[in-house]
T-cell receptor, first 111, second 113 residues
Framework: ETGVTQTPRHLVMGMTNKKSLKCEQH?????MYWYKQSAKKPLELMFV???????ENNSVPSRFSPECPNSSHLFLHLHTLQPEDSALYLC??????????FGPGTRLTVL | GEDVEQSLFLSVREGDSSVINCTYT??????LYWYKQEPGAGLQLLTY?????DMKQDQRLTVLLNKKDKHLSLRIADTQTGDSAIYFC?????????????FGKGTSLLVTP
């Protein structure tokens, strides 16, 4: 247990569906992150929120839409995804520039 | 960004030492990290080293940092079958966008009885 939880753990969706991934941290951190982990590729940073404001989005397609309503919660809204978006989506949190702690991830399959 | 390089596979026998190597890219990295990922799980922080150190030991884990060569290694003493996992090296540094981690592709460690 790292203090970072993610739901759901597994998600299968069609290309026309809308779904959301949720991340919650219980560590009192003020920065949260979304990463994408695909087979045979390094982890890709998608979004960074610091003090609930987005500071990085790394040219992620608009079909991924993050939301950070407060410092403990982070969402990733998914809409009209493609099969190549199938991956493990990892959430992490940190205290400012300190060490990042990861959640268990959501395994997403897009049919 | 540029690549953090790691060998993809390592196989060792139970009880032996494992050494996983990594070369990183950014000489201004403040911290360097080792994360472990077991099947179906997220990344677990194993250890980290501040860039002004050259060695850190934590129980069975020893991290060596050669800043001149931008080389980082993780030694696991008395490797156990439960150590079988993927190990990721990551460099962290401050940038205009904030603090970010740049990961390698991971080294799959297989420990055989």
């Amino acid at each position: 247990e790292t203090g970072v939880t993610q739901t759901p753990r597994h998600l299968v969706m069609g290309m026309t569906n809308k779904k959301s991934l949720k991340c919650e941290q219980h560590l009192g951190h003020n920065a949260m992150y979304w990463y994408k982990q695909s087979a045979k590729k390094p982890l890709e940073l998608m979004f960074v929120y610091s003090l609930e404001e987005r500071v990085e989005n790394n040219s992620v397609p608009s079909r991924f839409s993050p939301e950070c309503p407060n410092s403990s919660h982070l969402f990733l809204h998914l809409h009209t995804l493609q099969p190549e978006d199938s991956a493990l989506y990892l959430c992490a949190s940190s205290r400012a520039s300190d060490t990042q702690y990861f959640g268990p991830g959501t395994r997403l399959t897009v049919l | 960004g540029e690549d953090v390089e790691q060998s993809l596979f390592l196989s060792v026998r139970e009880g032996d030492s494992s050494v996983i190597n990594c070369t990183y890219t950014d000489s201004s990295s403040t911290y360097l990290y080792w994360y472990k990922q077991e099947p179906g799980a997220g990344l677990q922080l194993l250890t980290y080293i501040f860039s002004n150190m050259d060695m850190k030991q934590d129980q069975r884990l020893t991290v060596l940092l050669n800043k001149k060569d931008k080389h980082l290694s993780l030694r696991i003493a008395d490797t156990q079958t439960g150590d079988s996992a993927i190990y990721f090296c990551a460099e962290g540094a401050n940038s205009n966008s904030g603090y970010a981690l740049n990961f390698g592709k991971g080294t799959s460690l297989l420990v055989t009885p």
